[in-house]
């Protein structure tokens, strides 16, 4: 039979703990017999081989006195304090783990704290940005993509914090912009690791193809936690002519924000703000509104070239 009691809340006591529970229960087992069997034979005996007249009146009742007295002190241990070195040890095992969970939620409180500041800080420079389109002046493609990297980058920099990006993990960030004939968006401005398998310019969408497209036509932010398995991800997987032999292994987590104005009669759609990472779980609904900060910022300088553009076409 087990020494252990079945007790279901002790279930998660590690080998080392039960072993040093089963040797206090062996030792108060010790004590036990002497309460109940060894005080009390040697009782019987000095009661056997010795009497009054032997050894005195004082001394015999005295060495039976401190026999019982030690019989009581034996018991008294063995019952009440059975379980107070385990139940000691117990408290101390639950205070450290009490202790680990405290400190697992510092470190969780110290990651929030570094990721808002980290995200008030984008969001006092994106304030300030609509001011400096007119002195970037992005009447050219060169300039333009320059704006564009300007008003992502520090999104960039602040990436491990934002999307918990690691070194060596393989990320991209693009913007990319409808076409004149509204049928294809394109790159205009991406930033990537040296090893990412996409070499030169990022290849080219049709709105409604692929998360890029598919973010285009739906004007709503798409997110994708890990494009292997999500039942979303079925949707969201490109056209064959447009699929990659590493798209599954780079792309897993996916998010894509359109830019556009929400203007009257109807929104002014300019192109796709694309984050991606080849770790599944990078996005989620808090960093999202990041992305989407981030495109509406782009909107406003898309809508300045527009304007730059339309005039010089008059």
């Known amino acids: 039979m087990s020494d252990e009691v079945d007790d279901p809340d002790r279930t998660w006591l590690s080998p080392a703990e039960t072993k040093f529970r089963r040797a ?36 015999f009742w005295i060495v039976l006195a401190l026999l019982i007295a030690l019989q009581v002190v034996l018991y008294f241990v063995a019952t009440l304090y059975a379980e107070t070195v385990p139940e000691l040890h117990l408290e101390k095992t639950e205070l450290g783990e009490l202790q ?42 060169k300039r333009f993509a320059e704006a564009c990297r300007i008003a992502v980058g520090p999104m960039v920099d602040a990436a491990g914090t934002l999307f918990d990006f690691d070194y060596g993990e393989v990320w991209s960030v693009a913007v990319y912009r409808l076409d004149a004939t ?14 990412h398998p996409s070499q030169g310019t990022p290849r080219s ?56 104005l929400d ?8 192109g796709v703000l694309v984050i991606t990472s080849n770790v599944a779980g990078r996005f989620n609904d808090d960093n999202k509104s990041i992305v989407a900060h981030a495109a509406q910022v782009l909107a406003h300088l898309f809508y300045w070239r527009k304007l730059a553009d339309d005039g010089r076409e008059a």
């Open 24 to 59: 206090v229960r062996a030792q108060n087992r010790f004590v036990n017999f002497f309460a109940i069997l060894g005080v009390p034979a040697v009782v019987g005996i000095w009661l056997s081989v010795a009497n009054r007249e032997n050894v005195g009146v004082w001394p």
């Open 100 to 141: 680990q969970l405290m400190a697992e939620d510092i470190t969780a409180s110290d990651d929030h704290i570094r990721w808002l500041e980290a995200a008030n800080t984008l969001a006092s420079y994106w304030s300030t940005f609509q001011g400096l389109i007119t002195h970037l002046n992005p009447i050219d493609d």
């Open 182 to 195: 509204g049928e294809s968006l394109d790159a205009v401005w991406w930033q990537r690791p040296a090893d």
């Open 205 to 260: 969408w049709r709105p409604g193809d692929g998360h890029v497209g598919s973010a285009f036509m739906q004007d709503r932010i798409l997110f994708t936690t890990d494009m292997t398995s999500d039942e979303a991800a079925m949707l969201l997987k490109p056209s064959v002519a447009n699929d990659r032999p590493y798209d599954a292994d780079v792309y897993r987590s996916f998010v894509s924000a359109p830019i556009l």
């Open 263 to 270: 203007v009257e009669p109807g929104p002014l759609r300019f």
